[in-house]
Antibody
Framework: QVQVQESGPGLVKPSETLSLTCNVS????????WSWIRQTPGKGLEWIGY???????HYNPSLKSRLTLSADPSTNQLSLRLTSVTAADSAFYYC???????????????WGQGTMVTVSS | SDELTQDPAVSVALGQTVRITCQGD??????AAWFQQKPGQAPSLILY???ERPSGVPDRFSGSRSGNTASLIITGAQAEDEADYHC???????????FGGGTKLTVL
């Protein structure tokens, strides 16, 4: 069974860069679209972007200028980098897998437990 | 870009049927996926392709679509169904994922 674990710094200062990692076990990250999704406590979900085997990415237009997603198949790890963060970037960040290989369905059947990020000085 | 709209809160009596709706223009062209989220937990996929359930999801959960509205129907709601429910689909212009604001379901 595929398991996902996000990790990150917890606290980031305004204007700095947020870096998060998603470790995947029990399955290969290749051939699936992996999305990052965030959620402000008590609020709805916001899709950040996805990365696919070989490095194909697709980003939420509202974050595109600040966002970089990457994947390392050798370590089965995914990464998110978001620059120039503000308080509006404070949220739970999740890593999630699309349901079927090769297809973009936006039906995420595997989720990590998420990692909370607070942007504050 | 497209948006999905959900009622913020819905309640249902134990054992009764409840419909949770999700409205948006993108739903005329794309199916919704539904996610259940209990307090302190990550979302979990419960419906996709309008009315398909992942393994392990009870058959009291079903879905439908009419025009620009997708519905999640719980037939015979149980206490453990009390949760937030999020619908998701794709933006027709940018082809990125979009979500509704979520509906908090209370089982009375």
């Amino acid at each position: 069974q595929v398991q996902v674990q996000e990790s990150g710094p917890g606290l980031v200062k305004p204007s700095e860069t947020l870096s998060l990692t998603c470790n995947v076990s029990g399955g290969d990250i290749n051939n699936y679209h992996w999305s990052w999704i965030r959620q402000t406590p008590g609020k709805g979900l916001e899709w950040i972007g996805y990365i696919y085997s070989g490095g194909t990415t697709h980003y939420n237009p509202s974050l595109k200028s600040r966002l970089t997603l990457s994947a390392d198949p050798s370590t089965n790890q995914l990464s998110l980098r978001l620059t120039s963060v503000t308080a509006a970037d404070s949220a739970f960040y999740y890593c999630a897998r699309d349901r079927l290989p090769h297809l973009v369905l936006y039906a995420f059947d595997v989720w990590g437990q998420g990692t909370m990020v607070t942007v504050s000085s | 870009s497209d948006e999905l709209t959900q009622d913020p809160a819905v309640s249902v009596a134990l054992g009764q049927t409840v419909r949770i709706t999700c409205q948006g223009d993108s739903l005329k062209y794309h199916f919704a996926a539904w996610f259940q989220q209990k307090p302190g937990q990550a979302p979990s996929l419960i419906l996709y392709d309008r009315d398909e359930r992942p393994s392990g999801v009870p058959d009291r959960f079903s879905g439908s679509r009419s025009g620009n509205t997708a519905s999640l129907i719980i037939t015979g709601a149980q206490a453990e169904d009390e949760a937030d429910y999020h619908c998701g689909s794709r933006d027709t212009s940018n082809n990125h994922a979009i979500f509704g604001g979520g509906t908090k379901l209370t089982v009375l």
